[in-house]
């Protein structure tokens, strides 16, 4: 099968985790074993998170005197894109994949007039005190929001519209390459009347890109593999439950936080219904095991009640 796998940020690198290299290279390295027998068997292609790792860098460069102003964030998506890819490559190397494996850089086109760009809603980067966050906005011109007990800057996050390499990413998956492309939801991009490509401050969704790429190469399943071992209905409440199978109308009609579980089950919702074929959501030591059902919590397709009758 042609299977689009996304991996979630926590498979890099946990909230307690200093953002040390050997770290991150630790856990993706975890996470080249878990894929390693799917590759073997199937065409994989393979988008990450890098929300930990955009915050540190985007920190880096605030803080450079060097600097007369940070690096833009698709430049800082960008370099992401090739320290993940350049690991993961490696690494999937070393846990028995024989066959090449390439990491894209991707720039993901998006609309000039989506809706984000006027409501900046996703949080990136360090918290700050009230007087930190005040001065930050003030001096860069970021809009910050509360989170918990301390500010954070918040930025767009548009819709995937397009994915600039798609044509490559098909070529190099047709030629049974493990593919590591769309990290971070790839550096966003807009594109004026004459085609010229101009990076954006936002971020894109990893899972709504990795959903826009499986549908974009006719993938067979969509694979969201994170840190927890399945969606859970009720989650926070005592009534909490894990759901083991859900078709998607059923998942698009519960509510999810915005920030964690909500795009990847939104992600997933997409796959299923323009494709005909199921997802799933599970967690990444379990890949085999959930892209067969036996883990995590598949989503597949309603069934129309008229067929439902006649079955």
Not at 14 to 34: C, F, G, L, T, Y
Not at 92 to 119: E, H, I, M, R, S
Request: hydrophobic fraction near 45%; charge should be negative; charged fraction near 20%.
């Amino acid at each position: 099968m042609r299977i689009v796998i996304a991996l979630g940020g926590n498979a890099l690198l946990e909230r307690h985790d200093k953002p040390d290299a050997a770290i991150q290279q630790k856990h993706v390295r975890r996470a080249a074993e878990s894929l390693a027998s799917l590759a073997a068997d199937h065409q994989l292609i393979v988008c990450h998170g890098n929300g930990p790792q955009v915050g540190l860098l985007a920190r880096e460069s605030r803080t450079d005197p060097e600097l007369s102003m940070p690096y833009p964030l698709d430049v800082l998506g960008a370099q992401t894109q090739g320290m993940i890819g350049y690991w993961l490559a490696q690494e999937l190397a070393n846990a028995g994949v024989t066959k090449p494996v390439v990491a894209v850089v991707t720039q993901t086109v998006v609309d000039a007039y989506d809706a984000a760009f006027a409501a900046p809603g996703k949080f990136i980067g360090a918290g700050y005190s009230d007087e930190q966050a005040e001065e930050l906005a003030v001096r860069y011109g970021w809009t910050m929001k509360v989170d918990g007990d301390r500010w954070r800057q918040v930025v767009p996050s548009p819709e995937p519209v397009r994915i600039v390499e798609l044509e490559t990413i098909r070529t190099l998956v047709d030629g049974d390459v493990v593919v590591v492309c769309g990290g971070g939801g790839g550096a966003p991009v807009m594109v004026d009347g004459a085609g010229h490509r101009t990076g954006v401050g936002a971020v894109v969704d990893k899972d709504l890109t990795a959903a826009h790429l499986a549908l974009a190469l006719g993938a067979d399943r969509l694979l969201v593999l994170t840190d927890v071992p399945a969606i859970v209905r009720g989650y926070g409440t005592s009534q909490a439950e894990p759901i083991r199978e859900i078709d998607a109308d059923t998942l698009a009609g519960l509510a999810f936080p915005a920030g964690s579980m909500g795009p990847k089950a939104d992600a997933c919702v997409r796959f299923a219904r323009a494709s005909g074929r199921s997802a799933a959501v599970g967690a990444l030591t379990d890949a085999a095991e959930v892209l067969a059902g036996r883990a995590g919590t598949t989503i597949t397709v309603a069934v129309p009640e008229h067929k439902a009758a006649v079955g």
